[in-house]
């Protein structure tokens, strides 16, 4: 298949990129960077000699209907068009959200409005959707199903969730559209080879990012934001998900889905909730390293335990989360250890530790 993906230079959109060429499909990678580095694509075109799909890359802001619209042309005048379309691009910090919503609903939501527009254009009927497990709020029991209520807390998960709604009404306004809405749990982890990985920029919001950046010594000690919740242990648990898995999930549902109008809602998870201080110590099991960690209050915002029924997608789609813990853990660790400022030289690093000083 002719494939775009947006936002395909990030963390989830370049493990997908490499899942997908290795299925032989021919891909067309747009972004504008605000998140992720060029180093990265140099590392995909590496990790993909040798494989039966390739890619192209194009950057741009998905907001620019122009650049975007030039694109399709340009697959257009080469006799092609594309299958379907990957959605990655979108930004995703929960505080950043709070304190700019205008640039939220902008990049997310008009962002993907802009999208829609030069599909309709181009008669591309296929979008896959990065939506997130935060559409459904401080969860009323647990485990999760794509039917449980819903209700986002913050800014950002209020961005997908209206997203999730505009393709709903766009899928009953066009007999033709399919649109595959795959809500990510947590997603950790990273390519095995060490070359592909999460590259946060500035001081981590998630927590495994964070660990592995105190393990690695770049940072002194980790944070862990409540240890009163009802849970085992009194910190939250979360269902986290190897990010390989995570983009064998959007192989299976864009093959199986693209040509099936109409909208279809998956949850991405393993059904299993680890809590802070499992993740905390399987770091250090694996790393050997100590993690010194601190109690803090709750965050703002924060649930106390969050997972899936992830029984929908492996019925429907035949998919299940085959990684576990270690795999997540270990892959997390050898990506930090190779790249240790990330995807970023040493030179770009200083400059980074000298913005972070200087807003704290
Ligand atoms: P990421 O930031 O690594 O990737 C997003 C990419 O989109 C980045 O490369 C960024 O430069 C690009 N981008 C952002 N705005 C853009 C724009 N206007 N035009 C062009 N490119 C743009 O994030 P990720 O973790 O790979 O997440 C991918 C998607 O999955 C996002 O939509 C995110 O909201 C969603 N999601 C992520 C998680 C998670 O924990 N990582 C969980 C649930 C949902
Ligand atoms: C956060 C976002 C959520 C988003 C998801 C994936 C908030 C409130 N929620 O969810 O919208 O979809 O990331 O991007 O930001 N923790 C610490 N110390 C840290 C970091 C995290 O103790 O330094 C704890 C958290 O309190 C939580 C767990 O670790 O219990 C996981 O946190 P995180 O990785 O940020 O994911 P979510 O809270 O699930």
Request: negative net charge.
């Amino acid at each position: 298949m002719n494939i775009l993906l947006t936002g395909g230079a990030g963390y989830i959109g370049s493990h997908t990129a490499l899942a997908l060429m290795a299925r032989g499909h021919q891909l067309v990678l747009v972004d504008n960077f605000s998140n992720s580095q060029p180093e990265v694509l140099k590392r995909l075109s590496n990790l993909s000699q040798g494989m039966p799909g390739s890619f192209d890359f194009h950057q741009l802001d998905i907001c620019d209907a122009k650049a975007l619209a030039a694109v399709f042309a340009a697959k257009a005048a080469a006799g092609q068009h594309f299958d379907a379309v990957i959605h990655f691009a979108g930004l995703k910090a929960v505080g950043e959200s709070a304190r700019e919503p205008l640039k939220y609903y902008q990049h997310n939501v008009a962002g993907t409005v802009t999208l829609l527009n030069v599909m309709q254009q181009y008669q591309v009927n296929c979008l896959v959707f990065s939506s997130s497990a935060t559409v459904y709020g401080d969860p009323q029991s647990l485990p999760l199903t794509e039917q449980s209520p819903t209700g986002p807390q913050s800014v950002y998960g209020r961005s997908k969730f209206m997203v999730e709604h505009i393709l709903a009404d766009y899928c009953a306004a066009n007999a033709a559209f399919s649109a595959v809405v795959l809500r990510y749990f947590n997603p950790v982890g990273a390519h095995p080879s060490g070359q592909l990985g999460e590259d946060p920029q500035g001081i981590p919001n998630n927590l495994l990012p964070f660990i592995s950046q105190v393990a690695v010594g770049r940072r002194e000690a980790l944070t862990v934001f409540g240890n009163d919740y009802p849970t085992p242990d009194g910190t939250g648990v979360r269902d986290y998900i190897h990010v390989l898995d995570l983009a064998d999930g959007h192989v299976r549902a864009l093959e199986q889905l693209c040509n099936q109008a109409g909208q279809h809602l998956f949850n991405l998870g393993t059904g299993q909730g680890y809590s802070v201080l499992e993740m905390v110590e399987a770091f250090r099991q694996v790393s050997g390293h100590p993690i010194p960690l601190h109690f803090a209050p709750r965050r703002p915002g924060d649930v106390s335990a969050c997972y899936a029924d992830a029984g929908k997608a492996r019925q429907q789609l035949g998919w299940q989360a085959q990684l576990n813990l270690t795999d997540m853990v270990s892959d997390t660790w050898r990506w930090q250890q190779q790249n240790p400022q990330g995807y970023r030289t040493a030179n770009q690093a200083v400059g980074t530790a000298v913005e972070e000083n200087a807003d704290v």
